[in-house]
């Protein structure tokens, strides 16, 4: 009997934390929904001016919008997104668009901008974390 309540335990604490989980979820993807107006829908953008976001690191998302909200990056628009964001706000959004999956883009990147926009990725993660950056990017 002492093995199958001890069993039952776990079971019974997911059915608990599944709620929890739906409800950050759907907190998330509100809190994404500004970015979708120009990264595009799930993260995938189709206007070579906004990178895809969909499938990139978390730590990267989250280093990026970290940037922008303590001024090391500027931007006209990302600066005052970024401002009010949390660094809790900030994991989560890093980690939504990680899950989601990229699709193709329908539009040619222009390698050398995408190349001193990632750049500050090579120095973060490495020569093999700009190259899939800019994989993702390109479409290719």
């Known amino acids: 009997m002492l093995k199958f ?4 335990i776990p079971l019974a ?3 608990v934390a599944m709620p929890a989980l739906a409800q950050g979820d759907e907190a998330t993807r509100k809190l994404a929904e500004p970015c979708m107006a120009c990264h595009g829908p799930n993260g995938n953008s ?3 001016d906004y990178p895809v976001l969909a499938g990139q690191s978390w730590r990267y998302i989250y280093i990026e919008l970290k940037d922008f909200k303590e001024g090391r990056r500027t ?6 997104m970024a401002a009010n964001l949390s660094r809790e706000d900030m994991i989560a959004l890093g980690n939504y668009f990680a899950a989601q999956k990229p699709q193709g883009v329908a539009f040619k990147a222009d390698g050398a901008r995408e190349l ?3 750049g500050k990725a090579a120095c973060a993660g490495g020569l093999a974390a ?3 950056a800019l994989r993702q990017v390109t479409g290719r």
Do not use: C, K
């Open 75 to 80: 931007d006209p628009v990302m600066s005052p």
């Open 46 to 48: 189709q206007n070579p």
């Open 116 to 118: 001193r926009r990632f």
């Open 13 to 15: 604490a997911l059915f």
């Open 5 to 8: 309540l001890s069993a039952l």
């Open 130 to 132: 700009i190259v899939a």
